[in-house]
Each structure stands twice: as C-alpha cells, then as structure tokens.
C-alpha cells in the first residue's frame, strides 16, 4: 500500500510538471492571406543628355511562409517590347530579374512597366523562442557556430554602416560601458542596450521620408524605422554582432501615400509615387547564440518600453499580415537612393509609379498544435484530478480502517 500511494504520488506531481512545460496555446485558427500587387511606372528623359539603365528589377523570393508567383511582367521602350532574360542573386542575397536592355534612354524616350504578382502570406510563421540575457552566449561563441566567411559578412563595416566613424564608435563604446562588467561580451545584453539608447536619444519620424545615414542620424536625432535599425546594426557591427536590415510591406486596408518624392512639374524634373493599401518597412535581423537569427523592430512596440519589446512585438512575432521583400546585407540602398535623386535633376526625369495592394481574402485553417496543446491539457487535468481523488480516498480508506472501534 505504501508503494501504490508513493507511485501514486510520483505520478501526480508528474502530471503537474507536464501542465507546466506544455507548450503555449496559440489561436485555434491562422489564416492565409491572399493579394495581387500591381507595380505599374512610367519613367521619360526630358532632357538632353541619355541615361544610362541597369539591366535589374527587384522580384520578390519565397519564405517558409510566403509564396509569391509573378503572374503578369510587361516593359516597353518607346514601345518596343524588352524581354526577360533570366533571375540572378544579387550580392545582398536577392533574386532579381536580369532584362534584355542594353542600351541608354535617349531623350524623348520613354520606359513604361507593368509589373503583377500573386502573393499568399500564412500566419503561422516559425514561432520565435523566449529569450533571456542570464541564457544568452558570448560575441565569441558565434565566431565558433558560423563559418569565419559568413561571419565577416555580417560583422564588416559597409559605406552604410560605417564601423569606422568615430563618433559611432564612441557611441557604443559608452553603450558597452552602461552594463556591468561581466555583461560587456553577452551578445543579448548589447543588443538591449543598443536598443535602449536608440530609444532614449532618437525620436521617430512619421510619413514620408528620406533615408538616413547613422551618423546623420545621431545628429538629427530622428528617424524612421530602417533608419533607426541601420543605427542599431552599426552599432552591433561594431561590437562584432552578425546583422543585416530586412524590409518588407505591411498590408494595411485604406493607407495611401500619394505626392510629390522628388522634384516638381515646375521644376521639370519630378518623381511622383501613389502607394495604396500598404506600408513599408524595415527591421533589424541579428544573431544571438544559442537561439540564432531573431528579428529586433524598433518602431513596432513605441518608446519607453523594455528593449525585449523589440522583438516580441515586432512586426514578425505579430499576427499581421506583412511580405518580407529584400535585404540588405553589403549595398547601400541610401547612396543608390541618393544617386537616383541627382540622376532626377541631372537628366530631367519625369517618373510616375503605381502600386497597389488588392485583397483577395483570407482562408482560416486549423492550428494543430493549438488542438494537440488542448487535447494533452485536457488528458493531464482529468488525470490529475482523477488520481489526486484516488490518493485522497486511499487515504480516507485506510484511516476508516485504522480508526479505534467503540
């Protein structure tokens, strides 16, 4: 008897331990969102000079949970049909589609695109682990877990984060200098204090804006979301933190950014974009041992909120919908954006551009592990309460039997 109530015992405490490492319900059901995307332009050289044209056009990649099918690619010149040859990868680690256009916009001439894909977006997206600094590796334990070539790729200084400046590198030198001693090398106790003071000393931007430099942007003291993370990614790559920028469209119904990027029809040079029912947006991606690459969204979960928001709030940890479109990990986008800015007024450039976010519906499906999570809490609860009956009415038996009679 005394063994049955030991086992029985054994067996309870078992079952409690079980409830307790469940894993966490989730909704019972996730969704697959569905658009299509026009992308539609027309750019023509009103001056005198010809303009030179990169064969290249962004095309969007697959995710574990994102398919994107390009149903419909049209492009002409005054005209003329320019073909699709083949899609590369650019040195950032995209694909792009390389054009059969070889030769410069002469002026009068005219480029025109129609650029149409099929996106489906499912929520249940890779669940991101829970983090902690007391559980967090070394900046040289990540040296030990990626190739010395894939490391150098995502710790080297670029002309858009320039590890170099020194007033960045005096900048995280006294961010380093905020944590206690033994935290100076935890790569997760960085990456917090990082994001701690981007919090504290830079404002964020609303609307539409030019991108920033870092090291204009701890002078202007305000930024909008990619600036904010090419900040915290400087600041990472100094420390030897691996990291890149990932961009990406978040679908919202109704929202619409029309006017003028550049330029005027006055000044005869113009850039005019009308963007509906989406908005842009850019993350920081580093990696942290033992847990490998997480997502920190610095403008996702506001300001004066714990660093660890960043990322249990970012965009990729939420349940909206969003597309992740290219990354950065070598170029520089700002310097190229800059460049079309000069080219604008350089040659005279009038450019319009459409884009436009059509929901087709979303599909509800079923969550196994939310179900398998219920069925197993369920199973442990009956069979705790069941034997946590059988051990008190054991008891309640045996003491009948050992009571004194009258």
Known sequence: ???????????????????????????????????????????????NQSLPILPYWNYIGNQSWQTCEQI?????????????????????????LVLNLTTP????????????????????RPRLPQIYIDQSGNISEIEELMEPEEYDRYTRGTTLWKTWNQSLVNTS??????????????????????IRW?????????????????????????????DQSNLLITFLRIFNIPCYLMTGHWFQEGASTNGYLWGSVEENAFFYVNWENAVGHGWAMVYVPPWGWLPFDLT?????????????ESLYASSLPF?????????DYIQERRTEKLDLFTFELHR??????????????ADFQYFLTNVATLVALIGTLALFGCIIGIALRRRGKEAPKQ
């Open 352 to 365: 319009i551009e459409y884009e436009e976010w059509i929901s087709l519906g979303s599909i509800p499906i």
């Open 105 to 124: 916009l002469e002026p009068n001439d005219t480029l025109t695109w129609h650029d149409e894909w099929l996106i489906s977006v499912s929520n249940l």
């Open 173 to 194: 030198r006294d961010i380093r200098n905020s944590l206690p001693i033994e935290l100076h090398n935890n790569t997760l106790a960085l990456v917090h204090a990082a």
């Open 300 to 312: 996702a979960a506001g300001y004066g909120v714990d660093p660890a928001n960043t990322y249990y």
């Open 198 to 226: 981007i919090q504290t000393n830079i404002q964020r931007s609303i609307g539409l804006s030019e991108p920033q430099y870092p090291e204009e942007i701890i002078v202007s003291k305000i930024g909008d979301c990619d």
């Open 1 to 47: 008897m005394r063994k049955l109530r030991q086992g029985l015992v054994a067996t309870f405490f078992f079952l409690l331990a079980l409830l307790a490492v469940l894993p966490p319900q989730t909704a019972a059901f996730q969704y697959i969102h569905y658009w299509r995307v026009n992308f539609t332009g027309f750019l023509e050289v009103s001056g």
């Open 323 to 331: 597309v992740t479109l290219w990354q950065v990990v070598v170029t």
């Open 72 to 96: 419909h690619f049209d492009m002409t010149h005054n005209n003329d049909t320019i073909e699709p040859i083949e899609i590369v990868i650019d040195l950032d680690g995209n694909p792009q």
